[in-house]
């Protein structure tokens, strides 16, 4: 895989929390909560593939491998001498974060996965989406795809929400999110996940069309987590569309 790109800020004294972002989104979906991280946290965030500052995938390249975005990630924090850390991973990053768990568990303080399934959406319609991408490109598809993202309280309460993110999707490399749509459709961790000893937070939004609450109660029960925290009037992406209560519910968790 070409050079993915990521960021480390904050002291390296304190414990460090990662942080992944969802598919056709980038990093700075992350950009209202890291100045309070800041504060307790050292924080590595990085971009997939084609999407923020990260190269986009040689268009000859294979498709992914089941372990192919899980380890440039553990590459990293190896290189950056990061043995352990938390991780929170929203949509498609939290399918990294349950293979952390799973894979990994010896890396992980803790694991906070938000908007995410063991498994999300059916093969046939990733692979359909992944078509339709190639055929028609992100840049045209960009309004269609990010109105399923965001609650309607969302957009009516930030006019520049979707606009904003309609114009990062449209800049995502076509190959590489097709890429990452195969690698989804053929993702299922459900005979994979088991009850942890790990630290794991579930989080959701009620109103997330992608995502439901359902399908996170699912995971709920196949981590045996107790408790799933539902935000009300959002959509998929907590970071983003209610941050202050994301980062209450984040730092209470980590601090138990």
Request: with cysteine; glycine share 6%; aromatic share 8%.
């Amino acid at each position: 895989m070409k050079k993915l790109f990521f960021t480390l800020e904050g002291d390296s004294n304190k414990p460090t929390i990662v942080l992944g972002h969802p598919l056709g989104m980038n990093s700075r979906v992350w950009d209202g909560i890291v100045p309070e991280l800041l504060k307790q946290f050292r924080v590595v965030r990085w971009d997939l593939p084609g999407h923020g500052l990260s190269d986009a995938l040689d268009p000859s390249t294979s498709p992914l491998t089941e372990n192919a975005l899980i380890n440039p990630l553990i590459e990293k924090c190896d290189e950056l001498g990061i043995k352990q850390f938390h991780y929170v991973g929203t949509s498609i990053a939290g399918m990294i974060g349950q293979q952390l768990v799973t894979q990994y568990p010896e890396r992980l303080l803790s694991a906070t996965l938000t908007n995410t399934g063991a498994k999300i959406g059916t093969k046939e319609a990733w692979l359909n989406r992944q078509k339709d991408v190639m055929a028609q490109g992100l840049e045209s598809m960009a309004a269609t795809l990010v109105v399923r993202w965001f609650s309607e309280n969302s957009v009516q309460t930030n006019p520049t929400l979707a606009s904003y993110w309609q114009e990062q999707l449209a800049k995502v490399d076509d190959f590489s999110y097709g890429a990452l749509c195969a690698w989804l459709a053929n993702m299922d961790l459900t005979d994979e996940l088991e009850p942890s000893s790990l630290p794991v937070q579930l989080i959701c939004g009620e109103k997330d069309v992608a995502t439901t609450p359902e399908l996170m109660e699912t995971l709920a029960s196949l981590l045996q987590v107790n408790k799933l925290e539902i935000i009300e009037k959002i959509g998929h992406v907590p970071s983003v569309e209610s941050p202050a209560q994301f980062l209450a519910l984040l730092k209470s968790f980590i601090h138990k």
